[in-house]
């Protein structure tokens, strides 16, 4: 009796021991890696990425991202329309990988992340005078910015506004 | 392998190149010298060089297939594929790399062109008009992996036709710019 209790408690003090790292190694990943999106998939990075930056899925909750995969022969005035296959394989990767964070409900999806809070607040301290740089000429050139972009960073270190 | 392509004038035996056939083939602009535009003429005068030239690039072509099928299709045959649904329309006199080229630069709806995002010279590499994002030269001569996958083709022409013109362009005019594009040099 005495012994099981011994071993149980040791067992459980390991078991816990181990989960406690576990989640911290799960924190601490989580903030080295929040403005490091997945961009893993190939027909994604290919197809959304030839107009402009592939936007990560971690930047729009996947009701919006719906709801832009449904009008892609009406993209923001252009003719994105794409053949079923990849737009199912895209839709079902940017669902995956979608924002989760709370949005506030509206009876509307946004369509445009440089239109989110998340956005606003994140760039508040970005002057007006490099919006309208022709250098960047719109906010959803992040690229003209963030200078790995294309690889899913957004982290602080890597911009560079043009100046 | 280059004289298999046609019994035009252009495409029998070694003697002629690739570049006279496609302008024999496909493209009823005369006066266009394309082999001089792209300056082959003097390396294709030269019989024994072309046999060559013929031999190695089957070798190479050979061991593409073997290891790792690059391209789906060449941009001649994108080019017989466009003629063949163009030959469709009565009419139909063969493509024209001039009026391609006018096509191409002028601005149709929206005070947009072709031009707009490849610019006016397609050997360079262009710019997206609305998001600045950089693009490769659309001209084969520039860019190797342009009009080699006929779906990709496809894809681009229905989308920036649409933007262009608000409809998707015909097998003519589609011709046309694949046949100017075909002329454009590099740089």
Known sequence: MALDFTNFARIFSV??????????????????DDYKFNVNNATWKS?????????????????????????LARHFGSDASLDAASADEITAFLEKNADTGKHKLSDKPLLRITETRRFKSEHSEVAARHWKDPRVKSRANCGACHTTADSGDFSEDNVKIPR | MLGTRGAGRGCSGLSTNL??????????????????LLNVTSIFEETWMLRAISVFGL??????????????????EVLAALKTEASATPGFQGFSATHGESFFKTKHSHDLSCSSCHTDNPAAQGKH????KLIKPLAPAANPERFTDM????????????DVLDRECTPQEKGDVLAYLLTVPKN
């Not at chain 2, 024999?24 to 602009?29: G, P, T, V």
């Not at chain 2, 008009?129 to 600045?132: K, V």
């Open chain 2, 19 to 36: 570049l006279d056939c496609v302008r024999d083939k496909f493209i009823f602009d005369a006066e266009l010298p394309i082999h001089k």
């Open chain 2, 59 to 76: 070798v190479i072509t050979a061991a593409g297939l073997l290891v790792n099928p690059a391209y789906a299709e060449t941009p001649v």
């Open chain 1, 15 to 32: 078991a816990m021991l181990l989960m406690a790292a576990a989640t911290s190694v799960a924190y601490a990943d989580d903030d080295d």
């Open chain 1, 47 to 71: 197809e959304c990425g030839a107009c402009h930056v592939a936007y990560p899925p971690g930047l729009l909750p996947a009701e919006s991202w719906r709801a832009i995969m449904s009008g």
């Open chain 2, 151 to 162: 779906k990709k083709v496809a894809k681009w022409f229905k989308r920036n036709c649409n």
């Open chain 2, 129 to 132: 008009a609305e998001t600045d």
